[in-house]
Structures are given as structure tokens and as C-alpha cells.
């Protein structure tokens, strides 16, 4: 088992910066894979950002160039620094971790921007 504990989120101005943390215990020497998914009122959860155990990252065409994913392993903390902020960022930020057999979500923490 993951247990995964967000922190970070909060209100900020547009253009503002943000930066979530998910700190993660347990059987973390499974994960493989480790992500940012958000999801805004009346939309699906989407895919913001992600990094593999061998560091390849990927993001979502909407946060390129802004937004940076990165992990501390000694710290077993991932970070969403999340930069130039828009309003339509606006939604509850999840961290997610999966191994082969399992997949672990955070509680969420909620972003909103204000134009």
C-alpha cells in the first residue's frame, strides 16, 4: 500500500505561481509511474504532468512551458511547480503513483486562479 498526502494548493492571482507537493509512504519502491491529474467543475479528470521511474516526463499541451514536474526521492515527494498561472487552471489537483499491480490517488487540493 501508497499512501499519497498533497499539499500546496490555494488561491493566486493569474500569472501567479504555484507549487503542490505529494508526499508518499509505504510500498513506494513499487511505483513506476507518477503523475498530476486535475479535474475543473463539470469536466473530466485530466493528465497535467507525469514522470516514470526512468525520469521521462510528459505534460498536457495546456501546461507546457509552464507548469515542471519533479520528484525528491530522498524526500519520496513529488512537485508540480506550476508557473504563469490561468484561470483556466482552476480545478482540484490529485497525485497519482502506480506500480505494475496497483494505482494510489492523493485526496486532492484545490487551485483556483482569479482573473
Known amino acids: 500500500q501508497v499512501q499519497l498526502v498533497e499539499s500546496g494548493g490555494g488561491l493566486v492571482q493569474t500569472g501567479g505561481s504555484l507549487r503542490l507537493s505529494c508526499a508518499a509512504s509505504?510500498?513506494?519502491?513499487?511505483?513506476?509511474?507518477m503523475g498530476w491529474y486535475r479535474q475543473a467543475p463539470g469536466k473530466q479528470r485530466e493528465l497535467v504532468a507525469a514522470?516514470?521511474?526512468?525520469?521521462?516526463?510528459n505534460y498536457a499541451d495546456s501546461v507546457t512551458g509552464r507548469f515542471t514536474i519533479s520528484r525528491d526521492n530522498a524526500k519520496n515527494t513529488l512537485y508540480l511547480q506550476m508557473n504563469s498561472l490561468k484561470p483556466e487552471d482552476t480545478a482540484v489537483y490529485y497525485c497519482n503513483m502506480r506500480s505494475v499491480r496497483s494505482e494510489y490517488w492523493g485526496q486532492g487540493t484545490q487551485v483556483t486562479v482569479s482573473s
Open positions: 509505504g510500498s513506494i519502491f513499487s511505483i513506476n509511474f
Open positions: 514522470v516514470t521511474s526512468g525520469g521521462v516526463t
